[in-house]
Every structure is written in structure tokens, then in C-alpha cells.
T-cell receptor, first 112, second 111 residues
């Protein structure tokens, strides 16, 4: 029944060691998002895809990259994680023109 | 001024009481409005969409006041399981895929 799936649920990496988080969806939604959420804060949009069109937020660091090879999958690459990148990373989907966003369970990233 | 503002709380409310949250938004062109619920260390989950005419889902009632640019959520007969953070979320344009989140209001229901 899971509609938005994120793997892994917990990720531990070392300072500066690249890490990739993955998201898949069974909803066939045309928009996919990556958010970063830190404790007691609202989710912060990093970027999103409308189909293959990539939309980067102006304040998203260059350290964060994304790929969407097909409708179902989207990846978040953190090229050189810093201690400040420790957070929950949420993937969400949306069908343009209708409804609300649906979130995956998130990946909690710890940087040592 | 933040695009979406909420009282962060915390609200500590006895079980069975009625609790109301308000949220204000700054963009008068906003089209879609939602309340999400987020449990500790979990993802936000859609609680309900908010329609111009107001809408009700069981113990939950959402209202929209476009003139004053605020949205409300009323929870009646609160349960322990209602303890969570409630996020007010606004979409500025119909079909626009970007949402703006409030920082959330934390609710704790006390036995």
C-alpha cells in the first residue's frame, strides 16, 4: 500500500563522504520534491521536478543535487555532507492540477 | 512577514476539550489550503484540505476566511492520539506545485 517509498530510512555518513538518498512512488504523479526538515522547523524545499523539468530553489546549496531518471524514481545526492546537513530528508509527490502533496516516510541523515 | 504564520504553541489541552488553531497567510492570491499533521520523527500527513465553504471531517472542522487571509482548524472532543504538530500549508496558484509551510503548532493532549 505504500505510495511514496524512501530508502534508506536511516543513513549514517562521514563528513565529506558522498551519500545518495532514494525515493520511489506508485502514484504516477508528475511532480516529485525533496525537502529538508530540521528539528522544530517546517520542511524546507530543496528542489522539485515537474516531469523532467528540474526546479532548484535559489537558496539550495550546490552541495545538493538531484536526478529523476523516470516518473517513479527520484534521487538526492549530497556531494560532501557537512555536519549542518544532518536532518530528515522528505520526498513528496504531487499531481499538478489536483490535490495535495503526499510525503514519504523520510530518511534521517546523520553526519559524523 | 512570513508567508504562512502559525502560533507555535505548545498547546496543552485536557482530553475531551475543544482546541482551535489559526493560521494567517500573506499572499492574497493563494488558492489552495491544507492542514497536515506531523507526528514526532515522522512525515507530514494530509489531515484535510480547506475549502472556501468550510469543511468537516468527523471531529475536525476547517474554515477559510479569504477576506482576513486566515485558516482555522477546530478539533472537538480531543483524543490522546491527536497529540502532534499541525502544519498549515498554502499553495499560491492553482496548479502551482510549490507549497508554503507554516512552522507548525504543537498540540499535546493531556489525560
Amino acid at each position: 500500500d505504500a505510495m511514496v517509498i524512501q530508502n534508506p530510512r536511516y543513513q549514517v555518513t562521514q563528513f565529506g563522504k558522498p551519500v545518495t538518498l532514494s525515493c520511489s512512488q506508485t502514484l504516477n504523479h508528475n511532480v516529485m520534491y525533496w525537502y529538508q526538515q530540521k528539528s522544530s522547523q517546517a520542511p524546507k524545499l530543496l528542489f522539485h521536478y515537474y516531469d523532467k523539468d528540474f526546479n532548484n530553489e535559489a537558496d539550495t546549496p550546490d552541495n545538493f543535487q538531484s536526478r529523476r531518471p523516470n516518473t517513479s524514481f527520484c534521487f538526492l545526492d549530497i556531494r560532501s555532507p557537512g555536519l549542518g546537513d544532518a536532518a530528515m530528508y522528505l520526498c513528496a509527490t504531487f499531481q499538478r492540477g489536483a490535490g495535495a502533496q503526499y510525503f514519504g516516510p523520510g530518511t534521517r541523515l546523520l553526519v559524523l | 512577514r512570513k508567508e504562512v504564520e502559525q502560533d507555535p504553541g505548545p498547546f496543552n489541552v485536557p482530553e475531551g476539550a475543544t482546541v482551535a488553531f489559526n493560521c494567517t497567510y500573506s499572499n492574497s492570491a493563494s488558492q489552495s489550503f491544507f492542514w497536515y499533521r506531523q507526528d514526532c520523527r515522522k512525515e507530514p500527513k494530509l489531515l484535510m484540505s480547506v475549502y472556501s465553504s468550510g469543511n468537516e471531517d468527523g471531529r475536525f472542522t476547517a474554515q477559510l476566511n479569504r477576506a482576513s487571509q486566515y485558516i482555522s482548524l477546530l478539533i472537538r472532543d480531543s483524543k490522546l492520539s491527536d497529540s502532534a504538530t499541525y502544519l498549515c500549508v498554502v499553495n499560491s496558484n492553482f496548479g502551482n506545485e510549490k507549497l508554503t509551510f507554516g512552522t507548525g503548532t504543537r498540540l499535546t493532549i493531556i489525560p
